[in-house]
């Protein structure tokens, strides 16, 4: 018999595990690319339906640079120098620069992590702010978009005479593709629009598979444009955190443009075969479950009824540290949030719409983690399986179903079938 070695990404480390040639059907994961060093300067000098930075900032007194936070691996740090060259040359004095970490619902990053994120001498240099979803003091309330989502929005970034925001465009659960406007919604918004934006998604999954002009991201564009987001440089990194290419400009054309390339690196075919199992890492989304979360969902086209969905990640925070009642939830059940939701008896409406996805993947598949300091009792408690060790159990899996079909997904997170 044939044997196939296969190495998963397990956060910094890997897991090797062999798989019969005659079970593993196929392997997915993000396409590999040429690295282009040259992109990000490419596009800051040809930003789509926009004017450059610096002509944009020219006669402004100051800006605000929003970044994504420690979740995304984003080459803040050599983007930053750029876009903050082009305001510098339009005029902006370096303490007229903020730059603003666009949190989410997500942890403060460390001192540290800050200088990971941006480089020491940005660091040291600008004021870095952190967004603080649940401190109203430091929001304004602009009015309703469509879905009923209420904007509450960072202050500072309204107050600013420029906006600028710098991401990534890689496949998102919630939206389709991340980028654009994403990192304005929810970014940089409150506790009630972050609530009704997640819920948004949750109710209007079947309508947005595929489709990067749905609803939910209407909204949230909706709110960028209400708001006054000026420009955005988002990249495309492909599996092996090459730089491949950056698009520059308007948040919206920009953002299409940038979808059109990465379509080619992160997508899947719906045809694919289904698998019975599928092996499933998370990286490089390996903090916790909130994230690393989001590759089961990516693989949900591609497992049969009734499937295995073994997800491999290290969960180096624990399972939600940032959102207890993703927990609560799975616990109770789907009915029971869903009923927690609709009486506004849950304080955290975003946890309790995530584990309502999960808990419907629950009802047609099950859900195995690989995950070594994760707690067993808590994973059987939430209708999880705990594997110990993976090999034993895929050999276990064929012993018990000798003509099963495999498959291997890598960077799940960064995969959408379509």
Known sequence: MKFREITIPYGK????????????????????????????????????????????ARGRNNALIIIDDKTRNTPTDIILPKVINQLKTAGIQDNKIVILIALGTHNEMTKGEIIEKCGRDIFDKYRILQHDYNNYENLSYYGRVDLEIPIWINKIYLESD?????????????????????????????????????LASTKNKDKLKGKVDNIVRKAMEDIAGRTGLDFILNVIVDENQNLIDAVAGNFVHAHRKGVEIAEKIFTVDKNTQKADLILISSYPADEDFWQAGKAVSAAVPLVKEGGDLVLVSPCYKGFSPDHPVLIESLIKGLEATEKAISEKKTPDIAGAAVAIDVLKIINKNN??????????????????????????????????NPDCKIGVIYSGTEIMVI
């Open 13 to 56: 480390s890997h897991v090797n595990v062999s798989i019969p040639c005659s079970n593993l059907i196929w392997e997915k994961g993000p396409k590999s690319g040429s690295s282009d060093p040259n992109c990000i300067d490419r596009a800051l000098e040809n930003p789509v339906n926009s004017l450059k930075i610096q002509d944009l």
């Open 162 to 198: 420029i906006k600028i925001a710098i991401g990534k465009i890689i496949p998102h659960v919630d939206v389709v593709w991340s980028g654009g406007a994403k990192i304005i919604v929810p970014g940089i918004c409150g506790k009630e629009t972050v609530e009704k934006f997640h």
């Open 367 to 400: 859900i195995c983690l690989y995950s070594r300091d994760l707690d067993e009792d808590l994973l059987n408690r939430i209708n999880f399986q705990k594997i110990n060790n993976l090999q034993e159990y895929i050999d276990n899996y064929i012993m018990q």
